[in-house]
């Protein structure tokens, strides 16, 4: 299953196992298997597979705004511990969030940033506890046509919310994506303000893909008064895939390549001059590329 | 003169000019209101006990005449110690007795509501233990010099037992300034004023409090929410930490028996039948956000934007303790928006809001639904029944049912466009006019013909 969903989308996959082994480190916070995971699982439960094995979660809900079929849904939960709940994430994360527990919750939306988006990491940002993580993706494609961009961008998130630089030339190509980051940062300092516990939001991901359509990936988490040592020591900042506040985003672009060519060129990686690695008739560019992500592509097959 | 003189100046206030100052800011109806809140105080004193019918029986009734305004209360009165220590002095002393959920803080409205009427004035009350009455004529007051500011009682007597039947305060003021006299003789407002008042005072009235103005008694809509066995709203009880103290806070929010009116809300008529949607938000039972539908309280921001499906989303948060810590602004009427407490309330508005649009959402989900059998939302809704606030117990989440799956899609839309004479010329042949059943007819056909 895992394979298939690197072969279907490679880049949202490798992003997947980017994120898991950074949320590793929130053992510095608490024992990984005291966390819930809230995801959307869809009928493949891709993450909730990961993140079970991975981090050993075993408490785990995934918001399902399709009901009919639930069934199915529920037939294909690869875990006793997944439960499913049928209804928008705007109907289901404020009765979920209730009871006060450390959770990572994975906002994976199809959509493009709007206002019920934001409404949900308002309630996250209000609710989650510290310690605690949120992840959001969206969809990041703007308007093919350039005079249509601001407008609909406009009518996505209210135009209060609209960064002051922001032009229809300005969104463009991945300028979707950048504003739509700066708003979710926006709203998640806004909401996080509103706590009275002191807590802050740290930035930790901030990525962009493209399987189809552009994508963007932003997280961090619920840093509570008094966590601050603890955060240190998870060192996140080691990480070349976290990307704090302030950070250029980390763009995912996993060349396509054969298993021959990945298993010639894993044999000269790690190494320090990704200029020197060599492989017949592929790109400079996708050599450098593979050589930062090759450790997240999935692993090739070994001799039998 | 001495050395010593040299060094003083006089900056001891002119009386007159304390007086036109203390007046200015404050227009009548809000001076008004200060001596209803007042009386008010007055009966939460006597009656400390919440409940429904906690203030059966306590009445305030305002005369307004082109002669005179008279307040009369039977809310237990002013005792002489309380009129003599603190209600007649300028601004309150820092003993003061602090009474739990006492509006009244700031030690000001009463003399500045009687200052801004007239040129005479008489306080006569009668408390458990003592009685006074006290006349004063503003102009010859300001006029003197001395510099001991003082009121003399006319009557007073102490350590008595007085009748419980004649407990309360009646203010009566004369010689009223051409201003007032004008406004008191308009019946417009006189309406505005009760239109205020029945805000202002919502809680009390809902908990039996009488007001009346000129003969009219103030009417208040219930707060009333549904419940049922399946259909439970949201009800949370909290304490809120301020300063080492803290702050009660009660909070209800649900669906209204049938949607209030959404339209102006200047109609004093309007405020006898079904309250508005929104948050009704009162500290120590005075309103201080009337069907809020903004920002403020979460709409279009942390919630969905306000729209008449929510029409029957009632909300109330009452707040209780101590006035100090109270998240309002300096003259009582609206919210202090950057209080912390103010913040937590409005954290709590907000999960409120965002659950009871939930369900409103289902409800309508369900009803759009053709099928009558699935829908577990309605049939929880269409069981309950109106219930007051104080009977409805504590739930974080709005109860009901699980959502039924969503029907399989047995239907299918088509739309699309045609030539419009090409249309014309099918319409003929078909024999109907409407472009659905030219749709209809054309299908139906090739689906006959065509289709095995």
Redesign the interface.
Known sequence: MTDLSYARRPAKHIQRRMVVDALRRLRAFSPLSGYEYVGFGGMEFVDFELVHRELAVSKMASIELDSNGADRYRFNVPFAGVEVKFDRASAVLPDLLDESRLRIVWLDYECRLNLEVLQDVGTAMRKLSPGSVLLVSTNAQGPRRAADRISQFETDVEPERIPSSTTNSSLAKWGWADASHQVLVAEASAEIARRTDGSTFEQLFHFRYADGARMLTWGGLVLGPGMEPAFHGASFDDLNHVRRAGASPLEIEPPVLTLKEAVHLNAQLPASDPSALSAEGISDSDLASYADLYRWYPPVPAPM | MSDDQQQVIDASPQRRFFVEMLTRDIELAPAIMDLVDNSADGAKRLRPEQGPNRYEGLSVHLELSGERFVIKDNCGGMSVELARDHAFRFGRSEDAPTVPGEVGQFGIGMKRALFKMGDRFTVESTAEASKFSLSVDVAEWAAENSPEWEFRFDEVEEGIETDEDERGTKITVEALRDLVKQDFDQELFVNRLRRQLSMRQLRLLQQGLQINVNGVDLQAPQPILLSGEEFRPIHVEKELPVNGNSLSLRLWAGLADAGGDDDDVDDAEKYRGEAPAGWYVFCNDRLLLYADKSRLTGWG????AYHPQYRRFQGYVLLDGDARYMPWNTTKTGVDEDS?VF??V??EM??AL??VQ?VI??LKKERRQGDADQRPAIEALDASEPKQLEDLSPS??FVVPA???????TAQWIRYQVDLDDFKRVAESVDASAPSDVGRATFDWYLEEQVD
């Not at chain 2, 959502?403 to 899609?409: E, Q, R, S, T």
């Open positions: 921001a942390e919630a969905a912390r913040r937590e409005q954290n907000f999960d965002q659950k939930a959402n289902r974080t989440s959502p039924a799956p969503d029907p399989p899609a």
